[in-house]
C-alpha cells in the first residue's frame, strides 16, 4: 500500500475516532472522548452483542500508576477496543484518549518482538535477534563480572518517573548491592521532599470540595493524574462559586475556569512566593495562633522577606506587584483557601525554595490541614496496604555513602523510595568518573536522550558506558546505543502485578496473548535475579508467589482476588483535620528515624537544612539564564524559552507512534504570542528555528494569544515518528524537536543544590526556518 493510500485510511479511521466523540475537538481540549463506558453487565451485554469477549482489567497507557479501570474487547483473539469501567472509583468510567487508543499501541509496527544484541557500533543501530534466555544469561554474565571487578554499585538503573514495577527495580538493585537507583529531577519526588521537610507530609490536596478559593500554580489538573479526576473537582468547586486563580505561563484549559490568570514567567515562581510571603507577613494576614503553637522560627522568615518585596518580585517574574499583592492578599484572607501546585513550579534551580516557600505560606495563613484548605496527607481508606517488595530493611550507611550522585544529600537519604543518586549523575560520572564511573545501566521505560536535560551530554556518556540494557515495549530514542534491548509485554498482555490505590484493588486480567518473544518488567527483573543468584529474593521466579506475598496483608490470594471481576472496594475513613499532633512527629525516611521536623512544628526555619549545609530559609535564586539575571544575553537571545510536560494526549516522550493520537497532536509547536510571531514575519503554522545558547529545535508555530509575549513554550518529549502516518523520527539533537538540548547543564548554575532538579528555562531567539 502507498503511503498515501495509507494516510487516508487512518484519515478516515480518525474521523470515526473523533465522531464517537460526539464533540470531536471540544472533546479533545476536556482531555476526554465521550466513548462508551459500561458496567460489568452492561460491558458483556455489548460484547454478546458484537461477538466479542471482554475482559475487566486497568489501563496502561500513562503513569506513574493513574490506573484507570477498563473493559477490554477482543474479536477472535484480537484487541479490538476499550470501554471505560463505571465501576471504577478511580475513573468512573471516564478515559482519556490514550486510554482508548490502547489497540494501536499494542499493535504497533514499532513494537520490540524479540530481545537483541549489537553487533554494529554503538550509536549505529545494528542488532542481531537473540532468544530471552541467551539475553537474561548476557546480561548475568556482565552483571556478574563487573560486581567481581568493580564493585555492585557500577550498576545503576534509570527512572524518569515512578512505575508500577519501580519497587522491583529496588529489590533487584538491593539484591545485587548497588544504592544507585537513578532518578529523574523532574518527576514529583522534589516536591515530596521539600514539603516532607517543610511540613512534615505529602501529597497536600486540596480539599477542592469545601475551598473558596484555589490557586491552580504550576500544574495543569485537567490532563494530570486519572482521567476527568480533577476536572470534575475543578468544574465542581467552580459551580459552587469558588474563586479560582490559575498561575502559569501559558493558558491551558484550567484557566478557562479561573477568576484570574498570573501569567508568570517561566522558572520565576519562587521569587513570586517570596513576594506573596512579604505581604502576608508585612500585612499580618497570618493565623497568630497556629504560627504561634505549630511554626518553628517565623521570626526569622519576618525579617528574612523584607528583601522581597512585590516591587522586586514584578522586574522578575513579570507580574505586576500590584497583582502580587492582591493575590497574596486574596489567598490569605479567605477562609477556606487551598494552593493545588504541581511540577511546573520544580524544574528550576531554586526548586527546593519554591516548595518551602508555598509550604509555609499554606501553613502560616492558617490553611494547612483545615477545611478547604490543604490536607496533611490525603484521604484514606479502611484497605490494608500490600506487603511492599522493597528491601529497604537493608540499608545501612556504608549503602548510602556508596551513592555515585545523591539526588538528595546523603544525611536525608534514603527518602521515602529508597536510595537514590540523580538520573543526569549516573551519566555525568560516566564521564567524569567521580567519584567512580557507572559502567552499567539498566534502563526500563526510560528514553535517556529526551528524558533528561543536556542529551548531547547523555550521548557522549552512552558512547563511553561499558553496558546498556534498554528495556521497553517499542523502539527507543536511545535503543541504537544499547548493547542488549530488552521487549517488553504491555500491560494487556499480562496477568500482573494487581493494583491498588486509594479505596480500589484490582487484579490485573490478560487480554490477549503476547505476540513475540517477550516477558513482562516484572519477569524480566525476576528472571534476571534468579540468574544472578538472588532467587530466594526473587520468589524464585514467580510471578504468583510475589503476588501471593504482596497479598497477605489483605488475608487473600490472587486467585481469590480474580473471583472479584471488578475489585474490592474498602470504606474510606472519616476526614480529619488539624492532625498537627500527630503529622508533625512523623519519624523520617533517614536511616536514624530522625522526625522530618525536628521541633514538631512547621520548619519554616529548617535547622535539619542548616545542619547539612544549606539555606535554612528560601531564597531566590536565577535560573541560568533570565531576563534579569543574564541581560547581557537578550540582544541576542531576547524570549524565554520553557517546556511543559502534562498533554492530552502523549505520555511524556512516548506515543507519537500511535495514529489516533498523533493526528490530534501531529507536530512540535510552539506556543508564541502574535505580536513576538509577527515582529518576526511567523505566521501559523510556519517552521521555525529556536536558538539558544546550547542547541537548537526546528518546530513548527503555533499562534497563541494566550501565553507571555516574552515566553514561548513547547511539550516536551519530540521524537518519534509514526509509519503509518508518514511522519519520519526527527533528529534528536540539534534541528529536532528535543526541548532537552536547548538547556543550560552547567553543575553550578542549573541544578538546585539540594533536590538536583535542573532548570527548564533558557533564553532563545526564534527566525522562520
Ligand atoms: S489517564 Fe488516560 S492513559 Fe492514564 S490510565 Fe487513565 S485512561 Fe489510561
Redesign the pocket.
Given at each position: 500500500m502507498s503511503m498515501e493510500k495509507k494516510k487516508n485510511q487512518w484519515l478516515l479511521d480518525r474521523r470515526t475516532f473523533l465522531k464517537a466523540t460526539g464533540a470531536g475537538i471540544a472533546g479533545v481540549a476536556m482531555g476526554t472522548f465521550p466513548f462508551e463506558s459500561f458496567t460489568l453487565d452492561e460491558a458483556m451485554a455489548a460484547a454478546a452483542k458484537g461477538g466479542e469477549t471482554v475482559m475487566p482489567t486497568f489501563?496502561g497507557?500513562?503513569g506513574p500508576a493513574?490506573?484507570?479501570g477498563i473493559y477490554a474487547f477482543t474479536k477472535n483473539g484480537r484487541f479490538t477496543k476499550v470501554a471505560g469501567m463505571k465501576e471504577s472509583s478511580v475513573?468512573n468510567g471516564s478515559?482519556?484518549p490514550?486510554?482508548h487508543a490502547a489497540p494501536q499501541w499494542v499493535y504497533s509496527p514499532e513494537r520490540l518482538k524479540y530481545p537483541l544484541k549489537r553487533v554494529g557500533e554503538k550509536g549505529e543501530g545494528k542488532f542481531q535477534k537473540i532468544t530471552w534466555n541467551e539475553a537474561i544469561e548476557i546480561i548475568a554474565d556482565t552483571l556478574k563480572r563487573q560486581k567481581e571487578k568493580y564493585g555492585p554499585e557500577s550498576l545503576g538503573t534509570l527512572s524518569p518517573a515512578r512505575r508500577t514495577y519501580s519497587e522491583y527495580v529496588y529489590r533487584f538493585l538491593i539484591a545485587h548491592g548497588s544504592p544507585n537507583y537513578g532518578h529523574s529531577g523532574i518527576c514529583a519526588m522534589q516536591r515530596s521532599f521539600g514539603l516532607h521537610y517543610t511540613v512534615g507530609a505529602w501529597p497536600i490536596p486540596v480539599d477542592y470540595g469545601k475551598s473558596d478559593v484555589i490557586l491552580i500554580w504550576g500544574r495543569q489538573p485537567i490532563y494530570s493524574g486519572?482521567?476527568m479526576g480533577d476536572a470534575r473537582a475543578i468544574v465542581n468547586a467552580k459551580g459552587r462559586g469558588a474563586k479560582i486563580i490559575a498561575i502559569k505561563p501559558t493558558v491551558e484549559p484550567d484557566v478557562g475556569l479561573a477568576d484570574m490568570w498570573v501569567p508568570v514567567r517561566p522558572g520565576t515562581d519562587t521569587a513570586l512566593a517570596l513576594a506573596m510571603l512579604n505581604v502576608v507577613v508585612n500585612e499580618n494576614l497570618i493565623d497568630n495562633e497556629f504560627v504561634e503553637k505549630w511554626c518553628y522560627g517565623y521570626d526569622q522568615l519576618k525579617d528574612h522577606v523584607q528583601k522581597y518585596p512585590p516591587t522586586w518580585a514584578e522586574k522578575i517574574t513579570g507580574i505586576p506587584s500590584e497583582q502580587i499583592t492582591e493575590i497574596a492578599r486574596i489567598y490569605a484572607m479567605a477562609k477556606r483557601a487551598g494552593i493545588d501546585f504541581g511540577n511546573g513550579v520544580e524544574h528550576t534551580p531554586s526548586s527546593n525554595d519554591v516548595i518551602r516557600a508555598v509550604g509555609i505560606l499554606i501553613a502560616i495563613t492558617g490553611h494547612l490541614d483545615r477545611p478547604g484548605g490543604n490536607f496533611l496527607g490525603p484521604p484514606i481508606s479502611k484497605m490494608p496496604r500490600p506487603k511492599s517488595v522493597h528491601l529497604r530493611e537493608r540499608y545501612t550507611q556504608e549503602w548510602v555513602d556508596k551513592l555515585v550522585y545523591p539526588e538528595f544529600p546523603k544525611p536525608f537519604q534514603p527518602f521515602v523510595e529508597g536510595t537514590s543518586s540523580a538520573y543526569y549523575g549516573l551519566f555525568d560520572s560516566v564521564l567524569t568518573e567521580k567519584p567512580y564511573p557507572i559502567r552499567s545501566i539498566i534502563a526500563p521505560g526510560s528514553q535517556s536522550i529526551v528524558s533528561t536535560r543536556g542529551s548531547k551530554r547523555v550521548v557522549e556518556a552512552l558512547k563511553k558506558l561499558e553496558f546498556y540494557v534498554v528495556v521497553d515495549v517499542t523502539r527507543t530514542a536511545d535503543m541504537d546505543y544499547a548493547d542488549i534491548v530488552i521487549p517488553t509485554a504491555t500491560p494487556y498482555e499480562i496477568d500482573h502485578p494487581f493494583e491498588c490505590g486509594g479505596n480500589w484493588i484490582m487484579a490485573r486480567n490478560r487480554v490477549i496473548q503476547p505476540l513475540g518473544d517477550y516477558k513482562s518488567i516484572f519477569e524480566f527483573l525476576c528472571d534476571l535475579g534468579v540468574k544472578m543468584g538472588y532467587g530466594s529474593d526473587f520468589w524464585n521466579g514467580s510471578m504468583v508467589d510475589s503476588m501471593n506475598d504482596q497479598l497477605k496483608p489483605f488475608g487473600i490470594n490472587i486467585d481469590d482476588l480474580r473471583k472479584y471481576p471488578t475489585g474490592i472496594k474498602y470504606e474510606m475513613v472519616p476526614i480529619q483535620y488539624e492532625k498537627y499532633e500527630t503529622v508533625f512527629k512523623r519519624k523520617s525516611s533517614q536511616l536514624s528515624g530522625a522526625p522530618f521536623l525536628p521541633q514538631g512544628k512547621v520548619a519554616i526555619y529548617n535547622t535539619s537544612f542548616k545542619e547539612a549545609g544549606f539555606n535554612p530559609l528560601p531564597e531566590w535564586k536565577e535560573p541560568p539564564e533570565s531576563i534579569t539575571g543574564t541581560p547581557e544575553l537578550t540582544k541576542k537571545y531576547p524570549l524565554i524559552l520553557s517546556d511543559y510536560h502534562t498533554s492530552s494526549v502523549y505520555?511524556a516522550s512516548w506515543q507519537r507512534n500511535v495514529p489516533y493520537l498523533r493526528e490530534i497532536l501531529p507536530y512540535p509547536m510552539l506556543h508564541i504570542h502574535p505580536d513576538t510571531a509577527s515582529e518576526r514575519g511567523i505566521k501559523n503554522g510556519d517552521w521555525v528555528r529556536v536558538e539558544s545558547p546550547y542547541g537548537w529545535m526546528k518546530v513548527k508555530a503555533e499562534i497563541y494569544p494566550g501565553t507571555r509575549p516574552d515566553t514561548v513554550m513547547i511539550l516536551h518529549g519530540w521524537w518519534q515518528g509514526c509509519k503509518e502516518l508518514g511522519f519520519e523520527d526527527y533528529p534528536l539533537l540539534d534541528g529536532g524537536a528535543n526541548v532537552n538540548v536547548m538547556y543550560s547543564v552547567d553543575p553550578e548554575k542549573a541544578f538546585d543544590p539540594i533536590v538536583t532538579a535542573m532548570a527548564s528555562q533558557t533564553l532563545v531567539q526564534v527566525t522562520k526556518a
Open positions: 489501563c497507557m500513562c493513574a490506573n484507570c475513573n478515559l482519556c490514550k486510554g486519572p482521567a505520555t
